[in-house]
């Protein structure tokens, strides 16, 4: 299957993305959707950010992954690129990969940072998402 770059502006800078779609477990039985969006702002030698995005679907069926649907638009993109570089991320460096963690990236309307995909140990996605349907 082809990989699909996207293109965005912001901050005077063209930036070229891509979203993968995966899925995370919780501690339980439940699968979660899970997009990982990664973003240059200079060519694909530059210093890539990085995201891993846990959705707030609560759907039914299966379990959540299943008829979840959810990707991220540009603005919710744009959104990661500003706070990014609010943080230091310089996409100019060369080589490398800036990451928003669950402590550093910010909420997104639809989504959430979760380090599950990376760490195992991080904190269950199944209780941060029911969390967020209930804020």
């Known amino acids: 299957m082809r990989t699909r770059l996207r293109h965005l502006r912001a901050d005077d800078r063209?930036?070229?993305?891509?979203?993968?779609?995966?899925s995370v477990r919780g501690d339980g039985a439940e699968l979660h959707r899970c997009v990982r969006v990664r973003v240059w702002g200079a060519g694909k030698n530059g210093r890539a950010?990085?995201?891993?995005?846990?959705?707030?679907?609560?759907?039914?069926?299966?379990?959540?992954?299943?008829?979840?649907?959810?990707y991220p638009a540009?603005?919710?993109?744009?959104?990661?690129?500003?706070?990014?570089?609010?943080?230091?991320?310089?996409?100019?460096?060369?080589g490398g990969t800036f990451r928003l963690t669950e402590e550093t990236g910010p909420?997104?309307?639809?989504?959430?940072?979760?380090?599950?995909?990376?760490?195992p140990g991080a904190p269950d996605p199944t209780e941060r998402v029911i969390r967020a349907s209930e804020a």
Do not use: N, Q
């Open 74 to 94: 540009s603005g919710d993109v744009r959104r990661l690129v500003e706070h990014a570089r609010a943080l230091g991320w310089d996409p100019g460096a060369c």
């Open 14 to 22: 063209d930036y070229t993305w891509r979203a993968t779609i995966g």
């Open 49 to 70: 950010l990085e995201a891993d995005l846990l959705s707030k679907a609560t759907s039914a069926g299966w379990t959540p992954a299943a008829t979840d649907g959810s």
């Open 107 to 119: 909420e997104l309307p639809g989504f959430l940072i979760t380090d599950r995909v990376r760490d």
